[in-house]
Every structure is written in structure tokens, then in C-alpha cells.
């Protein structure tokens, strides 16, 4: 009978050992699942930021101010600006960067896409976006 209750208690142990490397490592890769999408959410506020601030390079800089934006394509995104921000739709979440011309884009709202160059210029105070 000594060696029924040992072996039940070192199975009881074994099961608890068990299901503690289990639960390690679900949680292991659920957080690196959730690292993989963090990233590319950086990604699309990187590029929110990185558009805003051309623009307000281009107008702060003043009359005839011009610069190319080459857009990346290694992931899905849409890209929308309007006459106060800019906005980079990933995965149903919107990604927002502000911008200095208030009022001051011309042909908004203006859509961006993955891939493709745009150039933005200062024509006399006014940002014309115009993709190529």
C-alpha cells in the first residue's frame, strides 16, 4: 500500500510539473505574438510621424519648399490626411500625427498608399500633395 500512495503522489507531482512548463510557454508565445503586432503598429505611428513632420518641414520652410515621400510597402495600410492630421489606418486601428499647416493642404482629404512617391510642395504658403 506504501507504493500505491508514492506512486500517486509522484504522478500528482509530475502532472503539477507538467502543466506549469505548459502554461510557460502559452505564455511565451501569446507574448510574442503580441510583440509581432506591437511592431507593426510602431510601424504605422512611425509613418504617421514621418509624413507629418515632411509636411511641416515643407511648409515651415517656406514658398517653393518641395520633398519626395517614398512610401514603404512591406506592410498593409491606408494612409489619410486632412486639413489638421495625418492618419494611418492599420488593422482598424487609426494612428494619428498632427500637423502645423491648419487649413493650409490643398485637395484634402488626400489619400496615400503603400508603395508609391508623393511630393509635397509649398506653393506660396499653401501643401499640394501629388503623388507620382
Known amino acids: 500500500m506504501d507504493n500505491n500512495g508514492q506512486l500517486s ?8 510539473i507538467l502543466i506549469i512548463i505548459v502554461g510557460s510557454l502559452m505564455n511565451i508565445v501569446s507574448s510574442g505574438i ?15 510621424d514621418t509624413i507629418s513632420r515632411t509636411i511641416n518641414s515643407v511648409y515651415s520652410n517656406g514658398k517653393g519648399q518641395y520633398e519626395v515621400l517614398e512610401l514603404p510597402d ?10 489638421k492630421e495625418v492618419n494611418v489606418l492599420y488593422e482598424n486601428k487609426t ?18 498608399n503603400p508603395g508609391e512617391n508623393y ?8 501643401i499640394t500633395i501629388i503623388g507620382s
Do not use: C, Q, R, W
Open 95 to 112: 494612428l494619428t500625427s498632427s500637423i502645423i499647416p491648419k487649413n493650409h493642404i490643398k485637395s484634402v482629404p488626400i489619400t496615400m
Open 74 to 83: 512591406d506592410f498593409n495600410y491606408t494612409v489619410t490626411i486632412n486639413n
Open 9 to 16: 503522489a509522484e504522478l500528482l507531482f509530475a502532472t503539477l
Open 119 to 126: 511630393t509635397v510642395t509649398n506653393d506660396n504658403g499653401n
Open 34 to 48: 503580441g510583440t509581432a503586432d506591437n511592431a507593426e503598429i510602431s510601424k504605422a505611428k512611425v509613418l504617421a
